[in-house]
């Protein structure tokens, strides 16, 4: 159920306004703090609607997460994402949105991703880094599905996302951390318990993300 023009064009102008505004306070931030955390959280919706205080209070981390983000808008606006930040550990979730506001392919998607953590690596190179799978989306059918949300993803095409992510992750010194499969409903949708939406997480979908991350640290 992909996106028409006008629907895509309508939904990158909105994320372009909210993604802004988020930016700009960064901006701000990175003025005014002194920043001694020593993990860093970055990505798309998935990251800026993570509680970390809640989920990950034994974690001195920052979440610097921009909703809609896509490959390219974290490699633009990197500097301010990463603010003074000089981070021992890096976790990322990214490239499920360059499938929709992109209109990548999921070769072209997770060459989009391979960019940014060759990026990130590059720029801080004693960082461990984490790569936060793709999560899954409710079917087509679900009265969850909201196409403006999902834009016509598929759970195929996030999955191919994740396996190659996965395979050049073990090669590079890189780790990845699996959520789809922990987010699953028996007929290999996203549990309903877990969203409310059809895509986002909700709270007993996060302390399910939250569980993942901790028992790969």
């Given amino acids: 159920m992909k996106l028409t023009h006008q629907e895509l064009k309508g939904l990158q102008q909105m994320i372009e306004k909210t993604s802004s505004k988020v930016l700009n306070t960064y901006s701000k931030d990175n003025v005014v703090n002194l920043f001694n ?4 959280f970055i990505g798309d919706s ?3 609607f993570f509680n970390l205080k809640r989920y990950l209070p034994t974690l001195n981390a920052l979440n610097r997460g921009v909703a809609g983000a896509t490959t390219k808008l974290i490699l633009d606006n990197l500097d301010v994402i990463l603010g003074k930040i000089n981070p021992k550990s890096i976790f990322i979730s990214i490239g499920s949105n360059d499938l929709v506001l992109l209109e990548a392919s999921v070769a072209e998607a997770y060459e989009n991703i391979i960019k940014v953590l060759d990026v990130l690596k590059s720029k801080f190179p004693s960082a461990k880094l984490y790569y936060l799978s793709t999560t899954p989306v409710v079917s087509t059918q679900h009265p969850l599905y909201k196409k403006i949300y999902i834009g016509g993803r598929t759970n195929g095409e996030l999955k191919s ?3 190659k992510v996965m395979n050049y992750a ?3 010194d890189m780790t990845y951390l699996h959520q789809f499969d922990d987010l699953l409903d028996s007929e290999g949708y996203l549990n309903t318990n877990y969203t409310y939406d ?3 997480l909700n ?3 996060y302390e399910v993300y939250a569980r993942n991350i901790l028992s790969n640290l």
């Fill in 37 to 40: 955390q020593d993990v860093i």
């Fill in 161 to 163: 996302i994740n396996f």
């Fill in 170 to 172: 073990k090669s590079n």
């Fill in 46 to 48: 998935m990251i800026e």
């Fill in 203 to 205: 709270p007993k979908g």
């Fill in 198 to 200: 059809g895509i986002h």
